[in-house]
């Protein structure tokens, strides 16, 4: 099992309600993180996952068996201007 530190931004703060957490995932995959964060936080979480990213240790990760690292971001989607 691992801990990671994941750190919420914007919408995911939101949905999270807090900016960040240590949470023990296993196994310890971006899917098992993904799943995790929508057993608790529900559906506004799904929302903000769905078009969203991760980012593991500061590389955007979209693959549901890419390893985790010590820290990962979830960030929700963006609007550009």
């Known amino acids: 099992m691992a801990d990671v530190l994941v750190r919420y931004f914007a919408a995911a703060a939101e949905v999270a309600g807090r900016e960040e ?40 990760v979209r693959d549901p068996s890419r390893a985790l690292g010590r820290q990962v971001d979830v960030l929700p989607p963006f609007a550009g201007g």
């Open 21 to 60: 957490e240590t949470v023990a995932v296993e196994p310890a995959t971006v899917g098992a993180l993904q799943d995790d964060l929508v057993a608790r936080y529900g559906g506004g979480m799904t929302r903000v996952l769905r078009n969203g990213s991760f980012l593991v240790d500061g590389v955007v």
